[in-house]
T-cell receptor, first 116, second 116 residues
């Protein structure tokens, strides 16, 4: 039973390019959460999605960032026109349909984005 | 608003010594509390969680934590550490019993450095 799969593990982008981060939840999980970890900081909530729905995007920057979780395929976090301040580790977590309290979360290994 | 404070950014300790990593939180509502461990370049792994019931919670790898409501603390302890415990440890809180309980608020982390 594969865990939460994130790819790529490492991503290097030049300023102004687009970054696309992918997250495949655990089998049977239909809830996806994205968190960002800036250097020397803890993780910060970005967005919570269910299939084809954004439930809570209160942690998403207002511009350049978007997320989706289509009916088929992985969840995508898209960052347009990246800047150096976007350099961070981006973690995805998933949970089953009944959600339950958190800690039913399973985290992926993250995508480390470096903007040069 | 909820917040989590991990006062110690780094805790050096010798192998086989006991260790305590401190975590304090602020919240006006009932909370769920968690400790996660992050090994270098990896994702987060749940060590233990407090949802309700006994205030002493035992987790994996010999770790335990005690929920103290009056002091709003959830300190992590291990009686005898190993070199392999060297990692970053994150305390997190969520608003239990609320619709937003899925959202974890993380502390800034404590780096445990175990020396031989």
């Amino acid at each position: 039973n594969a865990g939460v799969m994130q790819n790529p593990r490492h991503l290097v982008r030049r300023r102004g390019q687009e970054a696309r981060l992918r997250c495949s939840p655990m089998k049977g999980h239909s809830h996806v959460y994205w968190y960002r970890q800036l250097p020397e900081e803890g993780l910060k909530f970005m967005v919570y999605l269910q299939k084809e729905n954004i439930i809570d995007e209160s942690g998403m920057p207002k511009e350049r960032f978007s997320a989706e979780f289509p009916k088929e395929g992985p969840s995508i976090l898209r960052i347009q026109q990246v800047v150096r301040g976007d350099s961070a580790a981006y973690f995805c977590a998933s949970s089953p349909p009944d959600r339950g309290p958190p800690g039913g979360y399973t985290f992926g290994s993250g995508t480390r984005l470096t903007v040069v | 608003a909820q917040s989590v404070t991990q006062l110690d950014s780094q805790v050096p300790v010798f192998e086989e010594a006991p260790v305590e990593l401190r975590c304090n939180y602020s919240s006006s509502v009932s909370v769920y509390l968690f400790w996660y461990v992050q090994y270098p370049n990896q994702g987060l792994q749940l060590l233990l969680k407090y949802l309700s019931g006994s205030t002493l919670v035992k987790g994996i790898n010999g770790f335990e934590a005690e929920f103290n409501k009056s002091q709003t603390s959830f300190h992590l302890r291990k009686p005898s550490v190993h070199i392999s415990d060297t990692a970053e440890y994150f305390c997190a809180v969520s608003a239990g019993l609320m619709d937003s309980s899925y959202k974890l608020i993380f502390g800034s982390g404590t780096r445990l450095l175990v020396r031989p």
